[in-house]
């Protein structure tokens, strides 16, 4: 397929991995760890951006696409602040994983297996999560002009990923691989690491405009994450759709 932005390698490294995405301590232990930093950024930005007044369900009749959704993660917590969840992934693995666990927590997310390119559907959604997934994409820029094309005007589109440098190629690779074993070595190449500066230019081309791109960082004090104004390794980001 010519638009194609899904890379088999990175798809069956993390299908490989698949049974272990509920497990907090397993392979997945720092996306778990990151969750709620993340959930609290989208609670926030959304809530500020669509003026919503609700305390209970915040998402209330909100439709939310959730790219990469892996094995639900992300997916699970943003269904039961009461929006309508839709995720995808690549890996049928990834989904079958996600659809057990949802099944059990009794939850009703529409879980496909697709990438942005290949999704049949004609719906159009408030909210596009692309968190964690764009390091791990083949072509960056395909990816988010089809993200984009479901994303309602006006809608938000997030980005959580890892900047380009060599403080993230210490800390992210050597560091969290290698070092302290975090995640298993091979999990990140550096050379696919997308710098903010890129990612808004990328965005720009498909309609989408920044609103806010923060900074994540790890406190070994707390044993959390945190939002930060150091955006050398990780960041977190949200765009409008124009």
């Known amino acids: 397929?010519?638009?194609?932005?899904?890379?088999?390698?990175?798809?069956?490294?993390?299908?490989?991995?698949?049974?272990?995405?509920?497990?907090?301590?397993?392979?997945?232990?720092?996306l778990h760890k990151f969750n709620p930093v993340r959930i609290k950024y989208i609670k926030q930005c959304v809530v500020k951006h669509f003026k919503i007044n609700r305390n209970k369900l915040p998402f209330k009749n909100l439709e939310i696409l959730d790219v990469g959704c892996g094995g639900g993660l992300l997916s699970e917590p943003v269904s039961?602040?009461?929006?309508?969840?839709t995720g995808i992934d690549a890996s049928l693995q990834n989904i079958e994983i996600a659809k057990i666990h949802s099944k059990e927590?009794?939850?009703?997310?529409?879980?496909?297996?697709?990438?942005?390119e290949r999704l049949k559907t004609k719906k159009k959604f408030d909210v596009i999560l692309n968190m964690e997934i764009i390091e791990h994409v083949e072509d960056v820029e395909n990816f988010i002009k089809q993200s984009s094309k479901f994303l309602k005007k006006n809608g938000l589109m997030f980005f959580a990923t890892i900047n380009k440098t060599l403080k993230s190629y210490i800390f992210a690779i050597v560091g969290a691989e290698y070092i302290l074993r975090w995640l298993p070595i091979g999990t990140h190449e550096w050379d696919k690491f997308v710098e903010p500066k890129k990612l808004i230019e990328l965005a720009k081309k498909s309609d989408l405009k920044l609103i806010n791109l923060d900074g994540v960082k790890f406190n070994p004090l707390n044993n959390d994450w945190k939002i930060s104004s150091d955006k050398s390794v990780n960041y977190i980001s949200n765009f409008k759709k124009n």
């Open 80 to 85: 039961r602040l009461g929006a309508y969840v």
């Open 1 to 30: 397929m010519k638009n194609n932005t899904i890379n088999k390698k990175e798809i069956e490294k993390f299908s490989k991995m698949a049974s272990e995405w509920w497990d907090p301590n397993g392979k997945f232990k720092p």
């Open 105 to 116: 927590k009794k939850l009703k997310i529409n879980y496909i297996c697709a990438s942005p």
